[in-house]
């Protein structure tokens, strides 16, 4: 599907196959790219008289592991859509006493310990330095803090989330020094999907759901199953989905933002 023909999106949201319910009468479409094929068709609705386009980062049914997601051809086929704000819900591990699971975070600053992954458009012969020094859209999230302070949700207005290569948790000592370093939460999928947002100049923000406290936390905790963080997740997304939404209907989908200059003065 080339870009002239393919159909608009105001919004994307990156999820689990679980938002799938978000959307009722909704148009599911496949983009191609050049960097490949996405984690799977992208459902097209109206919410809040909006058009949102949703896709599973995971495929769905999360076939694709963390180090695996293709995030490029994701970015870019909500590019193509003419999406112009990206919320990306994950699930992540606690690395500090006072964020407890069930409750948000809602990143400002990530730290970057993942390998391997294709983490940018400009592979040459045109060669961009992008400016990550605030790798998420400061309007997006305090739009987002809005709003889930309004629905009463556990949420924290900034956080540093340290982003692990997967799919293997943490070890102890591994966890530990996130601790010690006092990053806030743990996750697999930030990066490089917020940069390469960024790259297309697209506001992104992050919506790091609290599913467990990571190994290291609060000293000798029980391990993290694949099982646990399915069940706390399960338990709160229908508060993501109602977050979701409500940001839907808030958002203006028009308004200037410096992400849509971002590439200004990088070459």
């Known amino acids: 599907m080339t870009q002239s ?14 938002f799938y319910s978000l959307f009722k009468d909704a148009q599911a479409v496949w983009i191609d790219t050049p960097y490949g094929a996405p984690s799977s068709k992208i459902t097209i609705a109206d919410v809040g008289g909006k058009k949102v386009a949703f896709l599973p980062r995971h495929g769905a049914d999360h076939c694709y592991p963390p180090h695996r997601v293709p995030y490029r051809a994701n970015l870019w086929a909500m590019k193509t859509l003419g999406v112009r704000k990206i919320l990306a819900p994950c699930a992540v591990g606690s690395l500090q006493p006072h964020l407890k699971p069930g409750s948000f975070v809602i990143c400002d ?17 045109k060669v961009v330095h992008l400016s990550a020094a605030d790798p998420y859209c400061p309007h997006l999230r305090s739009q987002t803090l809005a709003v889930a302070q309004e629905m009463g949700l556990d949420v924290h207005g900034d956080g540093t989330m340290v982003v692990i290569q997967g799919p293997r948790f943490s070890t102890r000592a591994e966890s530990k020094w996130f601790t010690s370093m006092g990053w806030s939460v743990v996750g697999m999928t930030g990066v490089p999907e917020c940069i390469l947002a960024r790259e297309l100049e697209m506001c992104y923000v992050n919506i790091s759901l609290i599913t467990d406290y990571d190994v290291g936390t609060e000293g000798l905790v029980e391990p993290v199953t694949m099982d646990e963080v399915a069940r706390v997740f399960a338990e709160n997304t229908q508060k993501v989905k109602d977050l979701i939404i409500s940001l839907c209907e808030r958002l203006d989908v028009h308004e200037d933002c410096s992400c849509l200059h971002a590439l200004s003065g990088s070459h």
Not at 114 to 125: I, L, M, W
């Open 109 to 125: 600053q990530f730290v970057d310990r993942t390998s391997g992954r294709e983490c940018t458009f400009y592979d040459g012969p």
């Open 5 to 18: 023909s393919a159909p608009h999106a105001d919004i994307g949201v990156f999820g689990g196959s679980g």
